[in-house]
T-cell receptor
Framework: EAQVTQNPRYLITVTGKKLTVTCSQNMNHEYMSWYRQDPGLGLRQIYYSMNVEVTDKGDVPEGYKVSRKEKRNFPLILESPSPNQTSLYFC?????????????FGQGTRLTVV | AQSVAQPEDQVNVAEGNPLTVKCTYSVSGNPYLFWYVQYPNRGLQFLLKYITGDNLVKGSYGFEAEFNKSQTSFHLKKPSALVSDSALYFCAVRRSGRNTGNQFYFGTGTSLTVIP
């Protein structure tokens, strides 16, 4: 089954403790991205990757890191999480970064930083 | 700035009645518009997209959307609502240009409740 898989689905952590949220897609998509969803703000892009070893900042990259060593994986790293990073996170992928291609989304990771 | 707006946070409709979820856009150049649906505890699912051509776009689950260039709108519609259509709906535009990654810009979402 074609899908984007995120892990974990739920995570509660403490301020400053490094964490990684994994994202994997099995559709051989070139383009992957991370979003955070907050009430009243919709989804905002954190980072994106056009292909392996090519990553760039989205609209809200502060406090986050990513890597794209393999085509299928695009982990999101929070080196020192803070409470304002409490949010619902989505990984997405699309076949190409072309304008007319839709994105496929993972099921989300709900992160709480206390 | 290129963006989309969803003017209604909440839409309620009776089962069997037609539904409309509104979206307006602001882009330079040709718009690439999308609708996604989010069910509780699930990721976003693609419903339909407008790239070019017919102004009426048909998508999944009986949904359709009407592109109106003069009004810069892309409203989502369904002739007869089902209780199972109750969900959060997002309009999105895909933005072009250097250093943007052709990223999606999402509206703030509209919560649709279909009343039995």
């Amino acid at each position: 089954e074609a899908q984007v898989t995120q892990n974990p689905r739920y995570l509660i952590t403490v301020t400053g403790k490094k964490l990684t949220v994994t994202c994997s897609q099995n559709m051989n998509h070139e383009y992957m991205s991370w979003y955070r969803q907050d009430p009243g703000l919709g989804l905002r892009q954190i980072y994106y990757s056009m292909n392996v070893e090519v990553t760039d900042k989205g609209d809200v990259p502060e406090g986050y890191k990513v890597s794209r060593k393999e085509k299928r994986n695009f982990p999101l790293i929070l080196e020192s999480p803070s409470p304002n990073q409490t949010s619902l996170y989505f990984c997405a992928s699309s076949l190409y970064p072309d304008m007319n291609t839709e994105a496929f989304f993972g099921q989300g990771t709900r992160l709480t930083v206390v | 700035a290129q963006s989309v707006a969803q003017p209604e946070d909440q839409v309620n409709v009776a089962e069997g009645n037609p539904l409309t979820v509104k979206c307006t856009y602001s882009v330079s150049g040709n718009p690439y518009l999308f609708w996604y649906v989010q069910y509780p505890n699930r990721g976003l699912q693609f419903l339909l997209k407008y790239i070019t051509g017919d102004n009426l776009v048909k998508g999944s689950y009986g949904f359709e959307a009407e592109f109106n260039k003069s009004q810069t709108s892309f409203h989502l519609k369904k002739p007869s609502a089902l209780v199972s259509d109750s969900a959060l709906y997002f309009c999105a535009v895909r933005r072009s240009g250097r250093n943007t990654g052709n990223q999606f810009y999402f509206g703030t979402g509209t919560s649709l409740t279909v009343i039995p």
